[in-house]
């Protein structure tokens, strides 16, 4: 059975080129409502243990100095079915691959700069909420 919990994070280049609001207005459009949602600066510590499943892959060292060289976004969102329907609107990692209208294909400015993270399954989602959450900031 699908959840109605996802995790995003608008990533240090959407933040960078003032896409917070565009994407959040994408986001409750498409009938999103924001659980949880704090604006700060990941250490590439914090990156690296986020990031920590990708630890063996060669993107490892350049994905967690990316994404700790900026400010992000990251968020709680609830909806049925959420997970896939939040990929669904995010599109494809690479923007040249996602459809027209997806978040990735509009902000995105290459597939390392992909504007937002998004949960693969429910268990990712809820084990990346509770990364960033506790349960008492959730609304």
């Given at each position: 059975m699908a959840g109605n919990i996802t995790f995003t994070m608008i990533?240090?280049?959407a933040v960078e080129a003032n896409n917070i609001g565009p994407i959040l207005a994408m986001i409750n459009k498409a009938g999103f409502r924001i659980l949880a949602m704090?604006?700060?600066r990941l250490t590439k510590e914090q990156a690296?243990?986020?990031y920590a499943v990708h630890k063996e892959?060669?993107?490892?060292?350049?994905?967690?100095?990316?994404m700790s060289a900026g400010p992000i976004v990251a968020a709680v969102l609830v909806k049925d079915n959420a997970?896939?329907?939040?990929?669904?609107?995010?599109?494809?990692?690479?923007p040249?691959?996602?459809?027209?209208?997806?978040i990735r294909k509009m902000f995105a400015k290459s597939i390392a700069a992909n504007a937002v993270h998004g949960s693969?399954?429910?268990?990712?989602?809820?084990?990346?909420?509770?990364?960033?959450f506790s349960h008492l900031e959730r609304y």
């Amino acid at each position: 059975m699908a959840g109605n919990i996802t995790f995003t994070m608008i990533k240090p280049d959407a933040v960078e080129a003032n896409n917070i609001g565009p994407i959040l207005a994408m986001i409750n459009k498409a009938g999103f409502r924001i659980l949880a949602m704090k604006y700060m600066r990941l250490t590439k510590e914090q990156a690296g243990n986020f990031y920590a499943v990708h630890k063996e892959r060669p993107f490892y060292g350049e994905l967690t100095e990316y994404m700790s060289a900026g400010p992000i976004v990251a968020a709680v969102l609830v909806k049925d079915n959420a997970v896939a329907d939040y990929r669904k609107l995010i599109g494809a990692t690479d923007p040249t691959k996602a459809d027209e209208g997806t978040i990735r294909k509009m902000f995105a400015k290459s597939i390392a700069a992909n504007a937002v993270h998004g949960s693969d399954s429910d268990e990712n989602a809820e084990i990346e909420s509770n990364f960033f959450f506790s349960h008492l900031e959730r609304y």
